[in-house]
């Protein structure tokens, strides 16, 4: 079955940085892009970052980049998501998602984890 | 800057049909776009319905599908139900590696 459970979620002030995990098990790591979705609160899903499945490949989204920084440990099967310079709308809960084929791109995401709530405020 | 567009309301009666649609800004969808639909309720991760336009995930009822119409992609609900009440959400790759969600659609059974 697969698992994605993400961790790292906590208040921090405007300017700040934190550090999301997302441990994942079920299925052979390596062999996936993974992908962070962010929600903000009462708003749609937003797409982040996307990292392929042997890191080579990275992409952010424009309000993220430079700012964020997408990384994974494949042999920890984690994935990480580095949050620098942070204001209140990168306020949200942030989720951890496989795509659903296995390969060097994304095609899309099929499973998600239970999300970890980002909160920026003073 | 790409934008994807879906209705941001939808009404359907019990035992309706209704098909929910995603554009974007810069063209045609098609399946290069890899069409990706979700469904979320509310304090829930979202659901996958269908990736790759038409591929249904596991377990998704089959009153469910999901297509290209026309220039869009497109989900369909056939003979709605009161708990398909929930907010829809598609997702397009737009090319470099980029993707974008649309603004989502919540749909509402009376």
């Known amino acids: 079955e697969v698992q994605l459970l993400e961790s790292g979620g906590a208040l921090v002030q405007p300017g700040g940085s934190l550090r999301l995990s997302c441990a994942a098990s079920g299925f052979i790591f390596s062999n996936y892009a993974m992908t962070w979705v962010r929600q903000a609160p009462g708003k749609g899903l937003e797409w982040v970052s996307v990292?392929?499945?042997?890191?080579?490949?990275?992409f952010y989204t424009e309000s993220v980049r430079g700012r964020f920084t997408i990384s994974r440990d494949n042999s920890e099967n984690t994935l990480y998501l580095q949050l620098n310079s942070l204001g209140a709308d990168d306020t949200a809960v942030y989720y951890c998602?496989?795509?659903?084929?296995?390969?060097?791109?994304?095609?899309?995401?099929?499973?998600w984890g239970q999300g970890t709530l980002v909160t920026v405020s003073s | 800057q790409t934008v994807v567009t879906q209705e941001p309301s939808f009404s359907v009666s019990p035992g309706g049909t209704v098909t929910l649609t995603c554009a974007l800004s810069?063209?045609?969808?098609?399946?290069?776009?890899?069409p990706t639909w979700y469904q979320q309720t509310p304090g829930q991760a979202p659901r996958t319905l269908f990736y790759?336009?038409?591929i249904r995930s596991s377990g998704v009822p089959y009153r469910f599908s999901g297509s290209i119409l026309g220039n869009k992609a497109a989900l369909t609900i056939t003979g709605a139900q009161a708990d398909d009440e929930s907010d829809y959400y598609c997702l397009l790759y737009v090319g470099a590696g980029i993707w974008v969600f649309g603004g989502g659609t919540k749909l509402t059974v009376l």
């Open positions: 790759n336009t038409n």
């Open positions: 998602t496989r795509d659903w084929q296995s390969g060097g791109s994304s095609y899309g995401s099929l499973y």
């Open positions: 810069s063209g045609s969808v098609s399946t290069e776009n890899y």
């Open positions: 990292i392929s499945g042997n890191g080579d490949s990275i």
